[in-house]
C-alpha cells in the first residue's frame, strides 16, 4: 500500500484556537487552544496524511509580527527541504492572514504545498468552522497537484491564492474573496477542484531571501480621506518609515496637499506606492496622478497591506522606483 503523504502543521493561533466560555457566547479569547487539541478534534485526518504538529506561537493575528513570521519562513523552508515533508498546513488568525500568506509566498524556497488555514468561529463555538478547514487544508496539502501552486489558504471550502484573497466580513465564514482575480479553487471534504495557478511569480521563483534577514525596514500606510491632513507623511518619515503606501481614494488618487508632501519625500529618496482603499481593482500608473512625474509607483493588484509587504522585502537592498514599480508588476 502507498504510504500517505507527511503533512506538518504549524499552529500560530488565532480564532482557530480560540476559546469563549460557553458555545454560544459571541466573545472569545483568539490562541487558547494548542495545535494538539485542534488536531484530535478532527475526525480522519489520519485517512489524509501522517500528521505532526508544531506550535510556533499563540497569537490573535492582530498579534502576527514579523519576527514571528520569519521564524515561520525557516521553519516552513528548513522542513520543506528534508525528503520526509511532503508539505505544510499553517494555522493563522483570519485579521492578517492575507499578510503572512503574501510574505510566505514571496518568501518560502520550495515548491512543496503551503497551505494556511483558520477560522471565523472559536474551537468551542457551536458550528466552529475551524475543524472542517482544517481538513480541508490537509487535503490539500497533501495532494501532489498543490506543487508549484505558492502559498494558499483554504477557508469555507475555497482555495485562494496568497497574491489575490483578501478578508472582506468582519464575521461572518464568508469572509475570504479573491476579489481581483478569482478563486484557484474549491475543497469539499476533501475533494479538490482546481480552477486555475497563480499568475504571478513565487515562493522559490521568487528573488526574495530571509537570509540574514532580522527585521525589516519601516513601511508605513496612510489611509486617505476626505481633507487628508499631509503632516502624517512627516510624522511617518521622522519615526523611519522609508516607504510609503497610500490607501488612495478610488484608482490611488489623494488631495493635492498629500500629492505635493509626496512628491517632495519620493524626491528624497522616501518610496511612494499608490493603492487604494477600495476593496477592489487595480491602481494603475499615470491614471489621474503623474507617477512619471512624481517617482510614485503604482500598487497594480496589492492591496495597502500586501503592497506595504512587498515593498518591505524590496527594500532590504538598495533599488531604483522603476525596479520597485517593476515588483509590483511581477509578485
Ligand atoms: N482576531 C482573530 C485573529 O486574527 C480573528 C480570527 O482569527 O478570525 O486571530
Avoid: W
Amino acid at each position: 500500500m502507498k504510504k500517505l503523504p507527511h503533512i506538518t502543521i504549524l499552529a500560530t493561533g488565532g480564532t482557530i484556537a480560540g476559546s469563549a466560555p460557553s458555545a454560544t457566547q459571541p466573545g472569545y479569547t483568539s490562541g487558547k487552544i494548542d495545535i494538539q487539541g485542534m488536531i484530535q478534534a478532527v475526525p480522519d485526518l489520519e485517512k489524509l496524511a501522517r500528521i505532526e504538529g508544531e506550535q510556533i506561537s499563540n497569537v490573535g493575528s492582530q498579534d502576527m509580527s514579523f519576527e514571528i513570521m520569519i521564524n515561520l519562513a525557516r521553519r516552513i523552508d528548513t522542513l520543506l527541504s528534508t525528503k520526509e515533508t511532503d508539505g505544510v498546513v499553517v494555522t493563522h488568525g483570519t485579521d492578517t492572514m492575507e499578510e503572512t500568506a503574501f510574505f510566505l509566498n514571496l518568501t518560502i524556497k520550495s515548491s512543496k504545498p503551503v497551505v494556511m488555514t483558520g477560522a471565523m468561529r472559536p474551537f468551542t463555538a457551536l458550528s466552529a468552522d475551524g475543524p472542517l478547514n482544517l481538513y480541508n487544508a490537509v487535503a490539500v496539502a497533501a495532494d501532489p497537484d498543490a506543487i508549484e501552486r505558492g502559498v494558499m489558504v483554504v477557508m469555507n471550502d475555497r482555495i485562494h491564492g496568497a497574491h489575490s484573497l483578501s478578508k472582506t466580513n468582519t464575521t461572518s465564514v464568508e469572509t475570504f474573496l479573491s476579489p481581483v482575480n478569482g478563486l484557484m479553487g474549491t475543497v469539499i471534504y476533501g475533494a479538490i477542484q482546481y480552477f486555475r495557478g497563480p499568475f504571478r511569480k513565487h515562493t522559490h521563483h521568487s528573488e526574495f531571501s530571509l537570509k540574514k534577514v532580522t527585521s525589516l525596514p519601516r513601511v508605513d500606510i496612510m489611509y486617505a480621506c476626505a481633507d487628508m491632513p499631509p503632516d502624517l507623511i512627516d510624522c511617518s518619515v521622522a519615526n523611519g518609515a522609508v516607504g510609503i503606501v497610500i490607501a488612495g481614494h478610488g484608482n490611488g488618487n489623494m488631495n493635492k496637499a498629500t500629492l505635493q508632501k509626496a512628491a517632495k519625500m519620493a524626491d528624497r529618496g522616501i518610496f511612494i506606492v499608490r493603492s487604494s482603499r477600495v476593496p477592489t481593482g487595480t491602481v494603475g500608473r499615470n491614471m489621474e496622478m503623474d507617477d512619471d512625474a512624481n517617482q510614485f509607483i503604482a500598487s497594480d493588484e496589492l492591496n495597502p497591506a500586501k503592497a506595504r509587504i512587498l515593498l518591505m522585502l524590496a527594500l532590504l537592498k538598495e533599488r531604483s522606483f522603476q525596479q520597485v514599480q517593476d515588483l509590483f508588476y511581477t509578485y
